[in-house]
């Protein structure tokens, strides 16, 4: 049995500063609150937790005068959180991935031109929410194009577009001629991360030269659900697993070169486990 991985997968820039700056800041020796998951993995999350983070879904969870850190996840949050951080005298330590900082400073910048601010991305995605946080609570999220069906645009009506920086460019693009269609006016930023455009890439390319594709990563991360996807669409057989344990020995029967990737937020140790049982698979 043959096993390949992909060229780009795993932990991406982004993620892995965040967690480099998530282990920094736990031994500080002061109450850390993680704001939601740090990412969209449950082993990182549990990891942290070991060293003692706590995890809140709002700051309302965290204790007056508790001279404490807020951890800022990957995702970014909208600007109410750090004025409200403020407020709790909390110091606040940001590990927004750089792109997605691009990309709300994209989202303020269209609404202060008074433009109409159009998201490509998943509807409750923390990245998502905060983006229509930094276009003042006015952006409108769609996922497809018959999203954008119930969208009445007056004549004149300026508008600018980018998308969650996990989108597909293919699909991104799709969605930006189909709203060009409806404004006249209307500024496109493409603000999807290199790192997601490679991993994509690098993945679909594999998954057409193997029999089976194994895509790692958690339920919840949006770019490792978005690389299943593309897997899939070439017509290999493809599974994506959270960890070694979902591994079903029946897929790798007969298969005798299987492709290996894993999404953005999934740690080393999670995939090279995945890969040890593989080699030690029966041929």
């Known amino acids: 049995m043959e096993i390949r991985v992909a060229k780009h997968s795993g932990f991406c820039e982004g993620v892995e500063r965040a967690f480099r700056i998530a282990e920094e800041t736990a031994r500080e020796g002061k109450p850390v609150f993680m704001l939601g998951n740090l990412v969209h993995n449950k082993q990182v999350v549990e990891k942290l937790t070991g060293q003692g983070v706590r995890t809140v879904a709002s700051l309302a969870e965290v204790p007056t005068n508790s001279d404490g850190i807020l951890l800022i996840s990957a995702h970014g949050v909208p600007p109410e959180v750090y004025a409200t951080a403020r407020n709790l005298k909390l110091k606040v330590v940001d590990t927004t991935c750089p792109w997605v900082k691009k990309a709300q400073k994209i989202a303020k910048e269209l609404t202060d031109e008074g433009r109409l601010v159009i998201i490509v991305g998943d509807r409750g995605h923390p990245e998502v929410k905060a983006l229509v946080g930094w276009s003042g609570g006015k952006g409108i999220v769609v996922e497809k194009e018959s999203d954008l069906a119930g969208l009445a645009l007056a004549p004149g009506t300026k508008v600018g577009i980018l998308a969650q920086t996990t989108q597909s460019e293919k699909h991104f693009a799709q969605m930006a001629a189909a709203v060009k269609r409806r404004a006249a006016d209307v500024k496109e930023f493409d603000t999807i991360c290199g790192a997601t455009t490679k991993r994509q890439d690098t993945a679909t390319l594999l998954a057409k030269q193997v029999e089976l594709m194994l895509v790692i990563g958690d339920k919840m991360s949006a770019n490792t659900k978005r690389l299943t996807e593309l897997c899939s669409q070439t017509g ?48």
Do not use: F, M, Y
């Open 236 to 283: 290999t057989e493809t599974h994506q697993i959270q960890t070694v344990e979902e591994l079903d020995a029946r897929w790798l029967a007969g298969k005798k070169r299987i492709g290996v990737t894993a999404g953005a937020s999934t740690p080393e140790w999670v995939v090279e486990a995945v890969i040890k049982a593989l080699r030690s698979a029966p041929a």
